[in-house]
């Protein structure tokens, strides 16, 4: 028996994957999780753990992150003095690999699809995170199962582009 098939009860047991999402969402807002405990996570040790849930196969649980997770890449576009924290910037180029892993789920993409602005904050991290540029075409494409090979990093990338039918 592996460790997922013995974690799984005590994950749905306790709602684990909703206080992820739910103690992701508190850390962006540098508000406490659980409410009112006077706890405060730090998001990039928090994205690390929902990079390593998703290599080992968590995507469908991890759907509900999807928007705080799109949420940390949108935090690499300028605000108005057009300037970005380093840490924002730290978040973001986290988060890309995270949402990269989760991409072959369908579900996911139409959910990173729904953030209008999430491809120009992609744009934005090309040079500083690599696997950006293959979150954007992934979006940008409609996946085939003979287009996906594993990197040496256990992340799953497209070889062969398939252009959306309009």
């Given at each position: 028996?592996?460790?997922?098939?013995?974690a799984e009860?005590?994950?749905?047991?306790?709602?684990?994957?909703?206080?992820?999402?739910?103690?992701?969402?508190?850390?962006?807002?540098?508000?406490?999780?659980?409410?009112?405990?006077?706890?405060?996570?730090?998001?990039?040790?928090?994205?690390?753990?929902?990079?390593?849930?998703?290599?080992?196969?968590?995507?469908?649980q991890l759907?509900?992150?999807?928007?705080?997770?799109?949420?940390?890449?949108?935090?690499?576009?300028?605000?108005?003095?057009?300037?970005?924290?380093?840490?924002?910037?730290?978040?973001?180029?986290?988060?890309?690999?995270?949402?990269?892993?989760?991409?072959?789920?369908?579900?996911?993409?139409?959910?990173?699809?729904?953030?209008?602005?999430?491809?120009?904050?992609?744009?934005?991290?090309?040079?500083?995170?690599?696997?950006?540029?293959?979150?954007?075409?992934?979006?940008?494409?409609?996946?085939?199962?003979?287009d996906i090979?594993?990197?040496?990093?256990?992340?799953?990338?497209?070889?062969?582009?398939?252009?959306?039918?309009?």
């Amino acid at each position: 028996m592996s460790f997922n098939e013995l974690a799984e009860p005590l994950w749905t047991s306790t709602g684990f994957f909703d206080d992820l999402q739910g103690c992701l969402a508190a850390s962006l807002e540098l508000q406490p999780w659980p409410p009112e405990s006077n706890i405060y996570h730090r998001p990039w040790k928090l994205l690390k753990s929902c990079l390593r849930l998703a290599l080992a196969g968590h995507s469908q649980q991890l759907l509900q992150v999807v928007p705080p997770l799109v949420a940390c890449v949108l935090r690499r576009l300028p605000q108005g003095d057009g300037l970005v924290a380093a840490e924002d910037a730290r978040i973001a180029r986290l988060a890309v690999p995270v949402l990269l892993a989760m991409a072959d789920q369908e579900e996911a993409l139409h959910a990173m699809r729904t953030f209008s602005p999430l491809p120009g904050a992609l744009r934005q991290l090309i040079v500083e995170e690599p696997a950006a540029a293959e979150l954007l075409e992934a979006l940008a494409l409609e996946p085939r199962a003979a287009d996906i090979h594993v990197t040496e990093m256990g992340v799953e990338t497209r070889t062969a582009p398939v252009a959306l039918v309009a």
